[in-house]
């Protein structure tokens, strides 16, 4: 597991610091899915629909004015946004990976953030900070929420290529699909070679816990943990 940790953060490296920052920028760039991540993206003319499948909420997202005849959507988003507060760690490693962290203003919990280089994020404490919230729910900070994936429910590759979702907000999807794929095919790779083993390795992931001072184990079984696992 951890040589593919490794594979997947040194390609994750490579491309945070090539990545380009797009500010400014109106066009809109339409990408494919590889996965069934749970959400969806449909491009128009003047703005995109981004659809959380999962918890079936529609997010417009527009460039100059917001449109006036579009049913359907349940929040817009003007982008390129510039200012973003997190409850949830999916959203600042996707925010690092794309080259945006300086939109990255403020944190539920700004001492959780492992990089040294977010020291300056500052406590979540309103949605009057920023434009708009990456959340584990829908509804944590009103209109400005925007939900990422919080369960153990997806696979490793279905979990990170919402990294595209997060993408949409920054009109950056062609850098979120160039970097899933750089991702995807070392995780692949890796997965079809353990293939050829003779005999299969066997881990499991346990959770410990003490409560009344019974220690008890258990196994975690999720589709996230058992997909990591036997691509480790």
């Known amino acids: 597991m951890k040589r593919l940790f490794t594979i997947i953060s040194a390609t994750a490296v490579a491309l945070v610091y090539n990545a380009q920052a797009i500010v400014g920028d109106c066009s809109f760039d339409e990408i494919s899915l590889e996965t069934n991540p749970g959400f969806t993206i449909s ?3 003047e703005y995109k629909v981004l659809e959380d499948t999962r918890s079936q909420i529609k997010y417009g997202l527009y460039c100059d004015n917001q449109p006036s005849n579009v049913d359907g959507v349940d929040r817009w988003f003007k982008v390129p946004v510039s200012s973003v507060g997190v409850r949830i760690p999916l959203a600042s490693g996707f925010l690092e990976a794309l080259g ?7 944190a539920e919990s700004p001492g959780n953030l492992t990089n040294i280089c977010l020291s300056n994020v500052q406590p979540l404490d309103s949605s ?14 009103g209109d400005k929420t925007v939900a990422l994936p919080a369960d153990d429910t ?13 993408a949409a907000f920054y009109n950056d999807e062609k850098a979120a699909d160039s970097l899933y794929n750089s991702i995807s095919a070392a995780y692949n ?3 079809n070679n353990l293939q050829h083993l003779a005999q299969q ?5 346990v959770q410990y816990a003490d409560a ?16 990591l696992l036997a691509g480790a």
């Open 128 to 141: 009057d900070q920023v434009e708009i919230v990456f959340s584990k729910n829908t509804t944590s900070d």
């Open 212 to 227: 009344d001072g019974k220690p008890t184990y258990n196994i975690i079984n999720s589709p996230y943990q058992k997909s």
């Open 43 to 45: 491009i128009e003319k």
């Open 189 to 191: 790779c890796h997965w």
């Open 154 to 166: 997806l696979t490793p590759l279905q979990k990170a290529e919402w990294i595209k979702f997060v």
């Open 100 to 106: 945006h962290r300086d939109t990255l203003k403020a």
């Open 201 to 205: 390795p066997h881990a499991y992931w």
